[in-house]
């Protein structure tokens, strides 16, 4: 399972985010659902920003700070100099992980959609959710009311923790083998079915095939307390002042601990990878042997 996280140190320098010389297997390993870890690659806060290192400075009513594209921050308490601040530094996250993937994938630069950036003060161990929201159980990300049609969800991580604390994951198989562990198991799909969720402002619009399929993977997978317990899987400390990079929607993972992290999503349509065969969308049309979307 060793070969599912690739570490790539001595190549970054620990205060740049653009990679001069990215190496093209880097490419092929994140299409293929593996992680791509920077030992030496952080994130600097400066010594005023060091105070945003509390849980007290998120809305108990919010689960992250998060900036939408718009600069807008939301979840954070504080008066308005404070949320600025706030903002300044998930921003300057943001600029600097879009500057990483600008330099490693510098096909996709075009063709990118901006998420909302989250910074996570909240210890991990704590959180108390349902077993389907429970991100400690291994699963790949689906989103039951937004569809996305096979839309890629790629992100960088960066642990800020200020005392040396690693951000546990679990990371497992490569995605082809969990459809193929899975596939057998999910709820046929239809289409009538889709559309009174639809209707009912379930799902924010109509949910394709893909999308049932990958809900269906993603219940299964956090559902089977054998597969979690038992299944292939590596435990990989990420450590403080380090960052990591993968498809989320790809690499199956559990966040099992930590405190502190800074969260970059960005959307790509499938068929804008370098290798469009080695999305989810493909893999599980080549497994059904028909069109999902």
């Known amino acids: 399972m060793e070969q599912q996280i690739i570490t790539i140190g001595n190549a970054v320098d620990s205060t740049d985010w653009h990679i001069n010389s990215p190496d ?51 979840g954070a308490l504080g008066d308005a100099a404070i949320q600025a601040e706030l903002a300044a530094m998930v921003g300057r996250f943001r600029n600097q992980a879009q500057q990483l993937i600008d330099s490693i994938l510098p096909a996709y630069s075009s063709h990118l959609r901006l998420a909302p950036t989250s910074y996570r003060p909240m210890q991990v161990e704590t959180r108390a959710q349902s077993w389907r929201a429970d991100d400690k159980r291994m699963h790949v990300d689906a ?49 009538w079915q889709a559309q009174v969720l639809n209707t009912l402002n379930v799902t924010k619009s109509l949910r ?32 403080a002042g380090s960052v990591w990079v993968c498809f989320s929607d790809q690499t199956p993972h559990a966040v099992m601990s930590g405190q502190y992290m800074m969260e970059q999503t960005l959307h790509l349509s499938a068929d804008k990878q370098y290798d469009a065969n080695a999305s989810p969308l493909a893999i599980l049309t080549r497994l059904t042997g028909r069109k999902l979307i």
């Open 24 to 74: 093209r297997d880097w490419i092929a390993a994140l299409e293929a659902g593996k992680v791509l870890y920077f030992p030496k690659l952080s994130f600097k806060l400066t010594a005023e920003e060091q105070r945003f290192l509390t849980p007290s400075i998120l809305d108990p009513k919010s689960r992250n700070i998060s900036l939408d594209a718009k600069g807008h921050l939301k």
């Open 143 to 191: 989103f039951p009311s937004r569809p996305n049609y096979g839309e890629r969800i790629l992100r960088v991580f960066a642990n800020l923790n200020p005392d040396g604390v690693p951000r546990v994951w679990r990371v497992g198989e490569p995605f082809e083998d969990v459809a193929k562990r899975f596939l057998a198991k999910a709820k046929p799909y239809t289409r």
């Open 208 to 239: 394709s095939e893909y999308d049932h399929l990958m809900l269906q993977l993603h219940d299964s997978m956090k559902s089977d307390l054998d597969y979690q317990a038992h299944g292939p899987q590596l435990t990989m400390p990420f450590a």
